[in-house]
């Protein structure tokens, strides 16, 4: 795991600006929210981490080695979607393996990776399924094991538990934080949800328009918001309407 | 009104469907029948059951002129223990073969068309859309431009190949876009990248083998098609092996029934055990569990 760092990163397309010198850091084995309402820039941020956006100025950092530039497959960065994306022509194992094949792990060695991470994952026993046939929650687990199995210098989850029904969503939310938190994973959880990030993140990034218009814990956040659109975004109840003037 | 419906609506449409399917499915089995034959000059068939028409339009019948007759050529023969020879219909082989070049083709250059256009936003990606749909136009308006285009495919197995490749590239483009449309391409790509996976490889071992169900049914499609499409092949084609197309035209219009049954049931054989050989070839192909 990794200290990931953004400094100063602007991204346009044309005329649009997606990301308007955004600038944070993530701390080593720290899970930092990113959220917003949608179009505000989150998912730019969380893609040019990866390395399928460049900056169009900016820097980024994972501790001292600036990344800017480098391509998404040499930067050992673990990708969770909403959409889970997983391998349907290959078996669950293999999914998870996938990952530890691109870096040279041998057969044996990957195998038994996988084999862990879906244990500790609670899904174990389901190494040799075709990932079809499992429901979203379990779908959604052998994506984060496939993510986790690189040991990633940093863990992007975007929007993962917005297809869920809300039970499920509740309890996974609670498996997940846990299981980051345990692992000790540095992560960026990109949401829109405020609830979910007051959950899953140890601070919270509340992103409009490109810009960070506030970061710090989740208490902190509730409590004293820096601007209106801040606290308007975050209260609880009622839900966030930023476009509603009241 | 569900007691009803159940009573009356299900038997309705049960028998409504079987009437359509024994509709259509019944001159094929005429066919096969009256292929086994000696005439057919009533409704019925009559005489069985002979294997003539089958060895001939085979090419397995002791007169050699009679084939020729047919447009086969000689066949060539196999030397098998006990002095006997097997017949091996080359020529057949080699007019599937001309249907399945244009497939080859067109996945070569359709499913990295596919890719392009559901994956990335580019411009002129409307006119690169609207082209690969463009050649939906007649196979005899395509030969005679063929023709005049390229002078010197005319009456080669490469213009029938290439120009069996443009005609149907449509329907390849087609079944394997919406398939890579059905999926999250972008995600699927991105994770294959983050874990690793250079793009080409990412291409190679993830992309295709996830669109592989629309690859298959895109290559049954065009290869189908391709062995059917008269048109051109009667503009294009001379002489030297017939395309599946002419030859089958030739029967119909040259022999008698019971022979030109016999030439349309094999004209289904092959498009059966193709289409099978297509799909088993595409699932182990693109079966990539390791064992």
Not at chain 1, 157 to 177: H, I, N, S
Request: with cysteine.
């Amino acid at each position: 795991m990794a200290r990931v760092t953004l400094d100063s990163v602007r991204k346009t397309y044309g005329d649009t600006t997606a990301m308007d010198g955004v600038s944070f850091t993530v701390g080593d084995g720290e899970v930092l929210g990113v959220l917003g309402p949608s179009g505000c820039g989150k998912t730019t941020t969380l893609r040019s981490i990866a390395g399928f956006e460049t900056p169009t100025s900016g820097t980024i950092r994972f501790d001292d080695d600036e990344v800017t530039h480098v391509p998404p497959e040499n930067r050992n960065v673990g990708l969770v979607f909403q959409e889970y994306a997983l391998f349907d022509n290959m078996t669950v194992a293999e999914n998870v393996a996938f990952g530890p094949k691109m870096r040279g792990v041998d057969k044996t060695a990957r195998r038994e990776r996988a084999t862990d991470l879906l244990e500790l994952l609670g899904i174990g026993g389901f190494e040799d399924r075709d990932p079809t046939t499992l429901s979203g929650g379990q779908q959604q687990r052998v994506g984060l094991a496939r993510a986790l199995a690189i040991e990633p210098s940093i863990l992007l989850l975007d929007e993962p538990m917005t297809g869920l029904d809300a039970k499920l969503k509740t309890r996974l939310q609670r498996e997940v934080g846990d299981l980051l938190a345990e692992l000790d994973v540095t992560g960026l959880y990109v949401t829109h949800d405020q609830e979910e990030a007051m959950v899953m993140c140890d601070r919270v990034a509340v992103v409009n328009d490109g810009r960070v218009e506030q970061i710090g814990t989740p208490r902190e956040i509730y409590e004293d918001p820096a601007n209106d659109f801040v606290a308007e975004f975050v209260s609880l109840d009622p839900p966030a309407l930023p476009f509603v003037e009241w | 009104m569900v007691a009803l419906s159940r009573r009356v609506g299900r038997p309705a449409v049960t028998a409504l469907l079987l009437a359509a399917v024994v509709f259509l499915v019944g001159p094929i089995v005429l066919t096969v029948v009256a292929s086994f034959a000696r005439s057919w000059t009533g409704v019925l068939p009559s005489g069985f059951v002979t294997l003539q028409n089958w060895r001939e339009v085979l090419g397995l019948a002791e007169t050699f002129g009679a084939q020729r007759s047919m447009g086969w050529d000689p066949l060539v023969t196999l030397p098998v223990a006990g002095g006997t020879t097997l017949m091996v219909p080359s020529e057949l082989a080699f007019s599937v073969g001309l249907a399945l070049g244009g497939v080859l083709i067109n996945l070569v250059v359709g499913v990295p068309i596919a890719y392009a256009v559901s994956r990335y936003d580019f411009r002129g990606k409307e006119w690169v859309n609207a082209l690969s749909i463009l050649p939906l136009v007649p196979g005899v308006i395509l030969g005679v431009a063929f023709l005049r285009a390229y002078p010197e495919l005319s009456g080669t197995s490469v213009g029938l190949i290439v120009g069996y490749s443009l005609l149907k590239a449509p329907f390849m483009v087609m079944a394997v876009q919406s398939e890579f449309e059905s999926m999250p391409l972008r995600r699927l790509e991105e994770s294959a990248r983050s874990l690793g996976a250079s793009w080409p490889r990412t291409f190679l071992t993830v992309i295709v083998p996830n669109a592989s169900s629309g690859i298959i049914s895109g290559a049954i499609i065009c290869w189908a098609l391709a062995a059917a499409e008269f048109n051109f092949s009667y503009i294009v084609w001379a002489k030297g092996t017939q395309p599946l197309a002419v030859f089958l035209q030739r029967h119909i219009s040259n022999s008698s029934f019971t022979k030109a049954a016999a030439a349309v049931s094999m004209f289904f054989c092959i498009i059966a055990v193709v289409t099978l050989l297509l799909q088993q070839l595409g699932r182990r192909g693109f079966d990539t569990r390791g064992h």
